[in-house]
Nanobody, 121 residues
Framework: VQLQASGGGLVLAGGSLRLSCAASGSIVSINAMRWYRQAPGKERELVSV???????AYADSVKGRFTISRDNAKNTVYLQMTSLKPEDTAVYYCNADVVRHTWSSGEFRYWGQGTQVTVSS
């Protein structure tokens, strides 16, 4: 299973970006999907999570500005980021809890490679 993240870039403060993360490979279903970020010199932090039923949660720092969504048919999770701030600058990573076998509900967690988001003031 591979996760491919895309959509990062350089944007001015107040701007918007949409990140995508597509999972491929031996997949029966995907449970939770998440976005994390890691700024230089800081620990990786959870930004947002979405369950396979569509329930969502957000870090306080991005509530009201970021929206997570998913397309289960495409095994893809999105992060719409608006009103971006310089402090949102980080490498953004996705991960997913993947069920790989029809005979077991056990899940495996996979990570994407990260995509850089830079917000300039």
């Amino acid at each position: 299973v591979q996760l491919q993240a895309s959509g990062g870039g350089l944007v001015l403060a107040g701007g918007s970006l949409r990140l995508s993360c597509a999972a491929s490979g031996s997949i029966v279903s995907i449970n939770a999907m998440r976005w994390y970020r890691q700024a230089p010199g800081k620990e990786r932090e959870l930004v947002s999570v979405i369950t396979n039923g569509g329930s969502t949660a957000y870090a306080d720092s991005v509530k009201g500005r970021f929206t997570i969504s998913r397309d289960n048919a495409k095994n893809t999770v999105y992060l719409q980021m608006t009103s971006l701030k310089p402090e949102d600058t980080a490498v953004y990573y996705c991960n997913a809890d993947v069920v790989r076998h029809t005979w077991s509900s056990g899940e495996f967690r996979y990570w994407g490679q990260g995509t850089q988001v830079t917000v300039s003031s």
